[in-house]
């Protein structure tokens, strides 16, 4: 079963950066699509990003496009997600997930299809 380790999270002020990493074992990261949700306080789950296995095509949600980017290094079997211009509203566990089907792009957001999920790791923007 594919394991996802998620790792970066921190306190960082208004305007910081952050940047996430998604390590997985013991399979290689590139068979999958790669999706990166969070979870606020009383809020639902939002898909943030997602990096797709067959082309690299992004996707990103208007909440964070333009200061979020999410990338793929196969050497380190690892996704990332740089967060600049951080916000507070950008506070929040942050997860990322696996997908292994053929629709993954089309439902890059929906966290119904995705197959494996990491543990999470807490972010907060506040000064």
């Known amino acids: 079963q594919l394991q996802l380790v998620e790792s970066g999270g921190g306190l960082v002020q208004p305007g910081g950066s952050l940047r996430l990493s998604c390590a997985a074992s013991p399979f290689p990261l590139d068979y999958y699509s790669i999706g990166w949700f969070r979870q606020a306080p009383g809020k639902e789950r939002e898909g943030v990003s997602a990096?797709?296995?067959?082309?690299?095509?992004?996707y990103y949600s208007d909440s964070v496009k333009g200061r979020f980017t999410i990338s793929r290094d196969n050497a380190k079997n690892t996704v990332y997600l740089q967060m600049n211009s951080l916000k507070p509203e950008d506070t929040a566990i942050y997860y990322c997930?696996?997908?292994?089907?053929?629709?993954?792009?089309?439902?890059?957001?929906?966290?119904?299809?995705?197959?494996?999920w990491g543990q999470g790791t807490r972010v907060t923007v506040s000064s």
């Open positions: 997930a696996a997908c292994e089907g053929y629709y993954c792009a089309g439902l890059w957001y929906a966290g119904s299809v995705y197959n494996y």
């Open positions: 990096i797709i296995h067959d082309d690299g095509s992004t």
